[in-house]
């Protein structure tokens, strides 16, 4: 073995590119409990110290990892590249097209699904990182609608419920693809479950 390293040790902009992209991909292998700097590094071919030098340690790689649409959806591709339409939906019309665009989303990264996985099994600070990375830009699509959340309604529990049913959803597809009836695996299936998302929110939202 030469030893030759494919990206030279001083483009830092490259290594922190390999690095980030690297810990997805052991998060998604082998879970939170193996990420280590280490691992991280063996993984992506370079010393260990880098994680430090470039990031500070794991959570400043993770959470570098976490801000990257690799990782999740920013807001354009959640308002379908028209955030300004977006705005000018009903509440009930911005809750049903953001929860639409996470399934897509999430089905459009399988690694992140993966990670999702992890989570409902291992917990540590570095989950903690992924999910605040996810509540803020939850809380970053809401900011740009126009409509006001009415008083009679629990929307941390509508938002919560919904969530929750499609991070669930999303990681059925790695673990068995079907889900009360559901294929998974069909655009079908999806369909069905924003259908009725959107009814829901129809029906709590703008009926008051």
């Not at 740009?144 to 929750?164: I, K, Q, R, T």
Request: hydrophobic share 50%; charged share 25%.
């Amino acid at each position: 073995m030469s030893g030759r390293r494919v990206i030279p040790l001083g483009n830092k902009d490259l290594l922190r590119g390999k690095l980030v992209a690297v810990v997805g991909e052991v998060l998604a292998r082998d879970g939170y409990l193996a990420v280590t700097p280490g691992a991280v590094a063996k993984a992506a071919g370079v010393p260990r110290s880098l994680v430090f030098t470039l990031f500070g340690g794991m959570d400043g790689l993770v959470a570098a990892f976490g801000e990257s649409e690799e990782y999740w959806p920013g807001l354009e591709e959640l308002c379908a590249g028209d955030l300004a339409a977006f705005a000018r939906l009903s509440l009930a019309g911005q809750m049903a097209a953001v929860y639409r665009g996470y399934g897509e989303a999430l089905r459009a990264r399988p690694r992140t699904v993966q990670i999702l996985s992890w989570e409902s099994r291992q917990r540590n600070n570095l989950t903690k990182i992924l999910e605040n990375i996810r509540v803020r830009r939850s809380l970053e699509i809401f900011e740009l609608g126009a409509a006001d959340f009415p008083e009679d309604v629990d929307m941390s529990a509508v938002v919560a419920v919904a969530a929750a049913a499609m991070l669930h959803l999303a990681v059925r597809t790695v673990t068995c693809g079907h889900f009360g009836g559901l294929d998974l695996d069909l655009d079908m299936g999806w369909q069905r479950v924003a259908d009725t998302l959107h009814l829901m929110f129809e029906r709590t939202l703008n009926a008051r």
